[in-house]
């Protein structure tokens, strides 16, 4: 295993569950202000809560995808079980990168969104895989 690469890439997973903890927080935690709606295209309050639950249920999944990444990065850096969390965090930033592609394929308006919100798992992933094959 390249440590180089494995160092790049788990900076970049570090990254990637941050965007991704910041994103719960919005759906989950800070979702009742309207300056958090409004960042995510709702228009009014009405709206924002008859999507409550499902950005509620959003923000959880987002939170999970950032708690496997960090299991990722702690397994790989304690040395317990490197195979087992390039794994673990490979498995989470596919996860995030094919969200951020749905995003953009859903409403191209969201383009930018969709670069934070996958570019960092992007930039992972291809440091993770070079750590492995260099």
């Known amino acids: 295993m390249n440590a180089a ?4 890439g788990s900076v970049f997973v570090f990254l990637a569950a941050v965007v991704h ?16 709606w409004k960042a995510f295209g ?4 009405r709206d924002a809560e008859v ?3 499902m950005a509620y249920n959003q923000g ?11 299991v990722g990065l702690v397994l790989l850096g304690t040395g317990a079980s490197r195979e087992g ?9 596919g996860s995030m990168l094919l969200a951020a592609v749905v995003l953009i394929a859903s409403n191209p308006r969201l383009a930018r969104a969709a ?7 992007l930039i992972g ?3 993770l895989t070079l750590a492995l094959v260099a």
């Open 42 to 45: 709702v228009a009014d309050q």
């Open 51 to 53: 999507l409550r639950p």
């Open 60 to 70: 959880f999944y987002n939170l999970f995808l950032a708690i496997g990444a960090g």
């Open 5 to 8: 690469f494995a160092i790049i």
């Open 115 to 121: 670069l934070v919100q996958g570019g960092p798992p």
């Open 21 to 36: 903890l910041g994103i719960f927080a919005l759906e989950s935690v800070l979702w009742s202000k309207p300056s958090t």
């Open 125 to 127: 992933l291809i440091f």
């Open 85 to 93: 969390g390039i794994a673990i965090a490979i498995f989470s930033l």
